[in-house]
């Protein structure tokens, strides 16, 4: 029997692999000093440690444009600020998507409310899923932005990226894509999918810690800076430098959280790679994230089977084999969402999460607002098959009772 039955991946990966435990500790003790900035080797050693993490994260990603044009940020809250605000300007139309994350909507609504700022929201259909055309229609010749998450953090489901990358291409507007659901577990070519601006989190599927997440900026694609300050480089200009990646970099980076990422981005090739190493990154790392995948789309699959099969539970999101990731919503017959995760932490040791996920119009249109959302079950790589017991026995149970 364990303490904690984790099934709240989508929120944050919990455990990390275990190298990522151990270079962020090797590393903090040996190297994390201001990178860059002095000229010392222990500063130079941080600076190389950081410039690796950018070139692994352009090869994870598929950009062959140059790898400074990898920026770190604080976390995808932040990276979506940066682009959204550093991109949009008065006159300006934006397209977003019901399913978005509040990092995406309110971004979007206070630019509505305060500025010249046109906004439109895109609906889904049942299941989760954007229809190509419907961002098509909603296309102007002012549209700067398109924002859209390549899975939903409530219902799983995965937009084909690439469908809507060639309609946006059609336009002159930015192809922003919120990967937060995706990375690290659905392999993702910048490139072949024609995505301009891709923002990440570092805690998630990434497996590094919180207090890293970053943009890569294709070529081409100029991001006025929102906040300026030190870069360590050209120290005598009153302005931002306009150079990647101090042009949206200011100030002192999360030397550990890159360090994190470093070696969980190590840990994906390696387990890429087994015996055959010669695979270079980008491919030892694909070869990764089919493994997880299909790990995790095991599990999500056990569980919506298994939910779908209890009297009283509603499973949202995709059926079948629509395209998905794995994190489910279900409630209770009318049960609150967060009535029904404190009793599954209670008596199951079940860590869920309940509520609107920051994701609320997705919530609006499943109908879900008035039962205070719903409960979500992310399992992640290192879920197992007691986990996944746990999930079936704890809902099944509190079904049972609540239709006694
Ligand atoms: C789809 C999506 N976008 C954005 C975010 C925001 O990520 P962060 O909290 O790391 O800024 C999340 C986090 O839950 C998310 O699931």
Redesign the pocket.
């Known amino acids: 029997m364990k303490d904690n039955y984790y099934f709240d991946n989508?929120?944050?990966t919990w455990p990390k692999p275990e190298p990522v435990y151990a270079f962020m500790d090797a590393f903090c003790r040996g190297h994390a000093v201001n990178p860059g900035r002095a000229g010392h080797q222990m500063a130079v050693d941080a600076e190389a440690m950081v410039t690796e993490t950018r070139h692994l994260l352009a090869k994870f990603f598929g950009f062959s444009g140059n790898p400074h044009r990898v920026c770190f940020s604080?976390?995808?809250?932040?990276?979506?600020n940066t682009v959204i605000y550093g991109l949009v300007s008065p006159g300006d139309h934006m397209i977003i998507t019901c399913l978005?994350?509040n990092?995406?909507i309110r971004p979007a609504n206070h630019l509505e409310r305060d500025g010249d700022v046109s906004v439109t929201r895109i609906g889904a259909d049942g299941q989760g899923y954007i229809d190509p055309d419907d961002i098509r229609a909603a296309l102007q010749p002012n549209t700067k932005l398109v924002v859209i998450?390549h899975?939903?953090?409530v219902l799983g489901s995965l937009q084909d990226i690439a469908a809507v990358g060639r309609v946006v291409a059609e336009s002159e507007a930015v192809f922003v894509v919120?990967t937060?659901?995706t990375a690290g577990v659905v392999p993702i070519d910048m490139e072949a999918l024609g995505i301009d601006v891709l923002?990440f989190?570092?805690?998630?599927g990434l497996f590094g810690p919180?207090g890293i997440?970053g943009m890569i900026v294709r070529d081409g694609v100029e991001i006025r800076p929102t906040r300026v300050g030190g870069t360590g480089v050209d120290s005598i200009s009153p302005f931002q430098p306009d150079d990647y990646p101090f042009r949206l970099e200011a100030g002192t980076p999360s030397v550990p959280g890159i360090a994190g990422l470093n070696a969980a981005q190590k840990w994906f090739a390696e387990m890429g790679r087994g015996e055959d190493k010669s695979l270079d990154h980008a491919r030892a790392c694909r070869r990764a994230l089919e493994n997880v995948y299909a790990s995790e789309l095991n599990h999500i699959n056990e569980l919506a089977d298994a939910f779908r099969a209890i009297d009283g539970v509603k499973v949202y999101g995709p059926g079948g084999n629509a395209p998905r990731v794995a994190t489910l919503s279900i409630n209770i017959d009318a049960r609150p969402a967060d009535q029904i995760g404190a009793m599954l932490d209670a008596d199951f040791e079940l860590c869920v999460r309940p509520g609107l996920?920051?994701?609320p119009l997705i919530h609006v249109e499943q109908g879900t607002v008035e039962q205070n959302g719903a409960v979500r079950f992310s399992p992640g790589y290192f879920t197992d098959g007691e986990d996944i017991a746990r999930a079936i026995e704890g809902v099944s149970t509190l079904a049972a009772a609540i239709n006694r």
Do not use: F, I
């Open positions: 989508a929120a944050t604080l976390n995808a809250t932040d990276s979506l978005e994350h990092s995406v998450n899975a939903s953090n919120d937060c659901q923002v989190t570092g805690h998630k919180m997440g996920h920051c994701a």
